[in-house]
């Protein structure tokens, strides 16, 4: 009987990955990175053999998705990949980062020791930039929403769009066994109704078994226009008081909703004497695969496109791809709107504009997004009044504002209504989420919904 297993962690919201064995196929359904208080079991054994793998297939190019992909390969995969043309555009960028991250801190670290006369038995580095480029000398298959791909005789996979960001999947896993037809999707990170900037998800129409992502199962997010005033309320009264405005940004997606947003401010006048930095080369490639797909972008952004208008540039915005460039930022006493990585502040140019700015109380740190227990980001948003930025002790003076409407993520609602869509659900079982939002997330689908709903474990092997 074909089987799923998940091998992230139970309860957590990084490191997705599940293992769908039907019959003699094994297929992988994400590889991603743990992050966070997790880290240390990036560094773990797989649970199977990569090499056993037969096909990888990426709901989309987040990190917590794909992160693990390169040691995946490095360790003897060698099968077929399957993800949407953008998806596999995003993971070559975002990969290719995240090794030269994961070097860089070997580096450091090894330097320190040396200096102070200690010999560190530090783990190597998950993986080199050579290790990410043999990725894309496998097999692969790109999918295209709503078109069928025959895996074998017996297997076909549909991806459909997730509206979570550029190129996102949920995927459907069609398969004969004993004579019966059996169906089964993963959510991979299911998006929001509305978005800024690309087109919202699609709806599944039928299946018998949901792997589905409870994120944020515990809550509904504030109104998106809400959030949008709010955002725009917190830029326009700290540049009042010629402040200067932080905002740690992922790459992918959110980045490009707040270009997006501080464009129509300065369409609308409202950014006099402003200058805005986009302080991130990785978000910089990012916002330009955005661009070679405006057949993704929702219908005003693809017209803004269209028509040869850049959705996510203007006048007063400046991007820095050099270290020197970004240093230069440091000249800029006010005014300044700073968007830098990492999203979560582990690490990137953000923790360089903390050390300039954060201990300023006329200044203003804006997050945008989920922040993982143990990470910097979370420490910030938690209320610390100190934190140590690479090695020095800074007071926390600067105004902190979380705004959680422009979650990439479905709410409470948004992954209810999209659930109740699938016609013919025997089973759903709730993945990558802490452990209360997956239990109050399963209190409000059996409210809802009549259909058994299971919380998976760790390594559970669940039977279809």
């Known amino acids: 009987m074909a089987t799923v297993t998940s091998y992230g962690a139970a309860q957590m919201v990084t490191g997705s990955c599940h293992l769908l064995e039907i019959q003699e196929i094994r297929i992988l359904i994400d590889c991603g990175m743990f992050q966070g208080s997790a880290e240390h079991k990036n560094f773990e054994p797989f649970g199977f053999d990569p090499k056993s793998i037969d096909f990888l297939l990426l709901t989309h190019g987040h990190i917590d998705h794909i992160g693990r992909v390169p040691k995946l390969v490095k360790e003897g995969f060698s099968g077929t990949i399957v993800a949407t043309r953008p998806t596999i555009e995003i993971a070559s960028i ?144 700290t540049i009042a008081h010629n402040g200067n405005v932080m905002i740690p940004s992922f790459a992918l997606e959110r980045t490009q909703e707040i270009l997006t947003l501080l464009r129509d401010m300065y369409f609308e006048n409202q950014l006099e004497g402003c200058k805005v930095f986009l302080d991130s080369p990785l978000a910089i490639k990012a916002t330009n695969l955005y661009n070679r797909h405006p057949e993704l972008l929702n219908e005003e952004n693809e017209t803004h496109a269209i028509l040869g208008n850049n959705p996510f540039s203007f006048e007063a915005l400046t991007l820095t791809h050099s270290p020197k460039q970004s240093m230069a930022i440091n000249a800029v006493e006010n005014r300044a709107i700073i968007i830098a990585g990492s999203g979560m502040c582990t690490g990137g140019r953000i923790l360089h504009h903390f050390k300039h700015r954060l201990w300023d109380p006329k200044n203003r740190l804006i997050f945008v997004g989920y922040q993982v227990g143990g990470t910097l980001g979370r420490a910030l948003v938690d209320g610390s009044e100190f934190v140590h930025v690479r090695g020095e002790k800074i007071a926390v003076k600067a105004k902190i504002s979380t705004i959680n409407g422009f979650s990439a993520h479905g709410d409470r609602e948004d992954l209810i209504d999209w659930i109740s869509h699938f016609q013919g659900l025997n089973n759903i079982y709730l993945i990558h989420g802490e452990k209360e939002k997956e239990e109050a997330f399963k209190k409000s689908l059996q409210t809802h919904l009549d259909t058994k709903v299971h919380i998976v474990k760790e390594r559970e092997h669940i039977y279809l």
């Open 94 to 237: 975002m990969l290719l980062d995240a090794a030269k991250i994961l070097n860089e801190e070997y580096r450091i670290l090894q330097r320190k020791a040396r200096r102070q006369g200690n010999v560190l038995d530090l783990p190597k580095p998950l993986y080199d930039e050579t290790n990410v480029a043999n990725i894309f000398k496998r097999k692969r298959k790109k999918a295209h929403y709503n078109q069928k791909i025959a895996l074998t005789k017996e297997i076909d996979i549909t991806f459909k769009e997730a509206g979570h960001i550029l190129g996102s999947a949920f995927i459907k896993v069609d398969f004969r066994e004993e004579n019966l037809q059996k169906s089964v999707v993963f959510s991979g990170d299911i998006g929001n109704r509305t978005r800024v900037v690309i087109d919202g998800l699609a709806y599944g129409k039928q299946t018998q078994t949901l792997f589905v992502e409870s994120t944020y199962g515990d809550r509904v997010h504030k109104d998106l226009k809400e959030s949008i005033q709010e955002f725009k309320e917190a830029i326009l009264e």
